[in-house]
């Protein structure tokens, strides 16, 4: 990991690569004059003695000052530092800077809930410095720059940074001794060592097993005590950088508002010690909060310290990428050549998509717009909106759906304009194809005015493979993500109309999809937020909306994720063998989807407006696939009451939408333990008397084949009462 930020430090950017091994090793000798001058080793708050007083830390939350007070000082050296082919600092002013975060608290709202977090140490962007020193809005010059970082970025800060003005986090773990930091440092025989793997338990915890996984290794074995410390440039082992699809903390985004402080250590001997969730999930949780802040980011870069080896954490959308370790102490000048690297980065190899121009409000203190132009149109995205629509989260499409103006455009409808920013997966139709294909495809009234209209569409060409390919990983190209912007026409979200208008607009968005199924565009994401409406003098319109995880008919399964919304998907769906993909999905699994929804917004919604907590349905949302397929499960075969405020017409389809999809699911359930049962029973059996059991598999192996699509059809439309708005 460390060559490959090395490409991002070149002056200039080509095809024609240096050999990062021997940029490593230029590198190396030019930071070892820092490491070995007697600055170094005797000066009363040298970087040497930083490193001893962080050796010295048996708490935690001692690590940071001493941290902070050998990194800065170390920066500032680097700043002039002029290696061959690698341009100067990549920032503003001073230029990059650590910065003491705990105990402060940084907040950010996420549509109607505020996250709270707390990292030890963050990398902040240099120009809001003065945000968080004083009141005055101006800008610091390089001399108290200089003075800050020299004497406050140790110490605890005066005020909170923003989620948006954070570059990267550094998070803390301390456990078992560290050793002292040699006199000198020489290129010697130093071996970088072989990262040890931690399990990372479902809720988070370091389960301190040595296994093949994500988590970073703990600190190696230190190495026999010696004034000297040597280094190399040897190649990393093979095993030393790793990548997973999995983000860590992103399933459980509809609780994210009620963590506190599950991630610190308490503080006090008396309280009863908690166990400690992974400083990888920590990270991983800052990282959301980095997406979450900045529009269209590419990827986050964060990091973990467990006693004094530092990892390097990569996000993006396609998932998270883990480093070998280095040791900043026995192996500082390879920590030096890490921070001059991470000190010549632009905004563009922090993660910024720096194509959307920023536009603060006139205080100051806040992104009101961002601009860009693409395509010949100048685009408005206005991100401040009440209006915006994101997803919180780490490996998804990332969905940000956006008000947006445009002079050449026009108004385009009365209720104005979207733009929809989402990381679509390279190997699948985009959504502004298959819509194409929708609008060519010969098709009757329900329809027509029922799905979305796209009135510009255009991918940008950064892919998530990218650092993949150059870090040499297996599959570089497998679930590979690239930015999509499409703009369209704005929709309201169903749930929030009135009972009756509410089930005519389900209704429509249910036979739009039955007829979109028939001429082979499959949508597979049928959810609350996927079912919207607009008004017309004629009354309400129902549209099928998002169609970036649908696929179409010839074109084989596409993509390398299930698709679907975990408390809208079908049971089958979310248990093991329908995760895996082992189970295909079928039209009758959608129609559940239809049925999940309805029930979810007359238990969650009254009359449009979300009902107080608790919320019924809410743990549907806060559950992996499994717990949603159990709580489900038992929703559908319990002794139901419904709430008491779904009256008229809607309770009733809500009675009959659980009696007919409970008996459904339970016929079906029924049937394959009937077989398998049979099954077993004829394994017992001689041959004579095989032939009546035989036929009875027969016969329920019928009973479990498919049935056509319009029988499906035709019993769902026999349940939903009244039908009066099949036809118009």
Not at 213 to 224: L, Y
Not at 654 to 682: N, P
Request: glycine residues 6%.
């Amino acid at each position: 990991m460390l060559k490959c930020l090395l490409r991002f430090g070149l002056a200039q950017q080509s095809n024609i690569l240096p050999d990062n091994l021997f940029l490593l090793a230029t590198c190396l000798q030019r930071v070892l004059p820092i490491c070995n001058s007697r600055a170094f080793i005797n000066a009363q708050g040298s970087i040497k003695s930083a490193l001893f007083e962080y050796v010295k830390a048996t708490r935690e939350e001692d690590m940071y000052a001493p941290f902070v007070n050998a990194s800065n000082p170390a920066l500032a050296r680097l700043r002039d530092l002029e290696v061959d082919q690698m341009k100067g600092p990549g920032m503003e002013e001073g230029g990059m800077f650590f910065q003491r975060n705990d105990p402060r608290v940084l907040s950010q709202p996420h549509r109607g809930v505020v996250t709270r977090r707390k990292p030890d140490v963050i990398l902040p962007f240099e120009h809001k410095l003065h945000h968080s020193v004083n009141d005055k809005d101006t800008q610091l010059t390089s001399t108290s720059w200089d003075e800050y970082v020299k004497q406050q970025a140790a110490k605890k800060p005066q005020r909170p940074a923003a989620w948006r003005d954070v570059l990267g986090v550094i998070e803390f773990k301390r456990s078992g001794r560290m050793q002292e930091a040699p006199m000198t440092y020489n290129p010697s025989a130093y071996q970088v060592p072989t990262p040890e793997l931690l399990l990372i338990t479902p809720d988070g915890i370091d389960a301190h097993t040595v296994v093949p996984t994500m988590e970073g290794p703990p600190a190696p074995a230190p190495a026999p005590r010696s004034n000297q410390a040597g280094l190399s440039t040897q190649q990393p082992k093979s095993n030393s950088v790793y990548q997973s699809d999995r983000a860590s903390g992103t399933k459980r985004s509809a609780q994210v508002g009620s963590e506190s402080r599950l991630t610190k250590r308490s503080k006090t001997e008396t309280e009863p010690k908690k166990k400690q969730p992974s400083a990888a999930v920590q990270t991983a949780l800052y990282a959301v909060e980095m997406f979450s802040s900045n529009l269209a980011i590419h990827h986050a870069i964060n990091f973990t310290i467990r006693n004094d080896v530092i990892w390097i954490w990569y996000y993006d959308r396609q998932g998270i990428i883990n480093a070998g370790g280095i040791n900043v102490i026995q192996d500082l000048p390879r920590y030096l050549v890490l921070l001059c690297v991470l000190q010549r980065l632009q905004l563009c190899n922090w993660g910024r998509n720096t194509a959307f121009e920023p536009h603060l409000n006139d205080v100051g203190d806040r992104i009101e717009y961002h601009t860009i132009d693409i395509g010949g149109k100048k685009l408005t995205l206005h991100s401040s909106s009440d209006g915006r629509v994101s997803q919180l989260g780490l490996k998804s499409r990332g969905s940000d759906v956006i008000p947006v103006t445009c002079d050449q455009m026009g108004t385009q409808s009365n209720d104005g304009m979207v733009a929809k920013l989402c990381w679509g997966e390279e190997s699948r139709k985009s959504e502004s194809t298959i819509l194409k294909r929708v609008a060519e495809i010969v098709v009757n009234k329900t329809v027509d005015g029922h799905v979305p209209v796209v009135l510009f569409s255009y991918k940008f060409p950064h892919s998530t493979s990218a650092i993949r390919e150059a870090l040499k990983l297996a599959h570089p190209g497998k679930g590979s993500r690239s930015l999509f912007i499409i703009i369209s026409h704005k929709l309201r979200p169903i749930k929030e109309l009135k009972a009756d208008i509410m089930f005519k607009a389900w209704y429509q968005c249910v036979e739009c999809h039955y007829a979109l199924w028939q001429a082979g565009i499959y949508h597979r994401d049928v959810s609350c937020e996927n079912l919207m409406y607009y008004m017309t003098d004629e009354g309400v319109m129902g549209v099928l909306n998002d169609f970036d995880l649908a696929s179409v008919r010839g074109d084989g399964r596409s993509g390398n994720a299930r698709t679907g919304t975990i408390p809208f998907m079908a049971i089958e769906l979310l248990r093991e063998d329908g995760q895996s993909g082992s189970v295909e999905h079928i039209y009758r699994h959608d129609m559940e989807s239809f049925i999940c929804v309805f029930i979810w917004i007359c238990f969650q919604y009254n009359d449009g407006k979300m009902v107080e907590k608790p919320r019924p349905l809410d743990m549907w949302a806060k559950v992996d696939p499994r717990g949603c397929a159990e709580k489900k499960t038992y929703f559908l075969n319990c002794d139901l009451e419904l709430p008491n405020h779904l009256t008229g017409p809607n309770r009733g389809r809500v009675w009959s939408f659980v009696d007919f999809l409970g008996s459904y699911l339970h016929a079906r359930v029924r049937c394959k333990m009937e077989l398998q049962m049979t099954r077993d029973h004829l394994d017992g059996l001689p041959p004579d008397d095989r032939g009546e059991v035989e036929r009875k598999i027969t016969q329920l192996t019928q009973d479990l084949a498919e049935e056509p699509l319009e029988s499906v059809f035709t019993k769902f439309t026999l349940v939903i009462q009244p039908c009066e708005y099949s036809s118009r």
